[in-house]
């Protein structure tokens, strides 16, 4: 029982991590935020945009369609643009990641959301209504190293990618309920530990004193 506690606890450890380091990531990209919203005050007029900021979490993790989220929230139908067979980031709750209090982009939201729909429209039109080839190049123009506000993208990207690889918005992730789980073979969470696990097993008699781990 110790064992699958210190293993629940390590998981903990990881899923909340990955949450606060995307959070820490928000909060270095603030100062930015901040310098754009000062040279242009009507940035922070831009009204909150959900089924943007789905559009851009399957940009840069892209999955198949889907209409609800592995928690069950809705997908707006334009969000996916469909171009991988498994499950994306908006599939696995990359939204709510976005709204969680301790990842913190709320505060980002207005100021990315307006240097998104710029760049979109260097593209040649809104971000949802793009293809996924120019969705990408509108993200890869936000993330290049010659874009003083990269800091501010990298902060955008780190949430997707804490929704999908730690199951960041799931209390107990597990490759059942946790869709990047799935995706990446980690089978997550086990209340009841794992059968067939090597826990006093024997492993290797030539690189081992005893043959077993200690």
């Not at 606890?9 to 991590?17: C, G, H, N, V």
């Not at 946790?178 to 980690?186: F, I, K, T, W």
Request: net charge negative; glycine share 8%.
């Amino acid at each position: 029982m110790e064992i699958v506690e210190r293993e629940l606890s390590r998981r903990d450890f990881m899923r909340r991590t990955a949450t606060l380091g995307a959070g820490a990531m928000v909060l270095a990209a603030l100062p930015v935020a901040e310098r754009m919203i000062a040279a242009d005050p009507a940035i922070a007029a831009v009204r909150p945009d959900d089924a943007i900021l789905q559009a851009f979490a399957d940009t840069v993790l892209p999955g198949r369609k889907a209409a609800k989220t592995d928690l069950g929230d809705e997908i707006d139908p334009l969000a996916i643009a469909g171009v991988d067979t498994e499950p994306g980031a908006v599939e696995a709750d990359a939204l709510r990641a976005f709204h969680d209090p301790l990842i913190g982009f709320d505060a980002l939201e207005p100021t990315f959301l307006s240097d998104l729909n710029g760049r979109a429209l260097q593209q040649g039109g809104l971000f949802l209504t793009l293809p996924y080839d120019k969705r990408a190049a509108a993200v890869m123009s936000g993330l290049s190293f010659d874009n003083p506000s990269r800091v501010l993208w990298e902060a955008a990207a780190a949430v997707p990618f804490a929704a999908f690889c730690a199951a960041a918005e799931h209390p107990i992730g597990t490759s059942v309920n946790a869709s990047g789980y799935r995706v990446m073979g980690y089978p997550g969470a086990a209340p009841n530990g794992y059968r067939g696990a090597s826990y006093r097993r024997k492993l290797s008699v030539e690189r081992t004193r005893h043959g077993s781990l200690p």
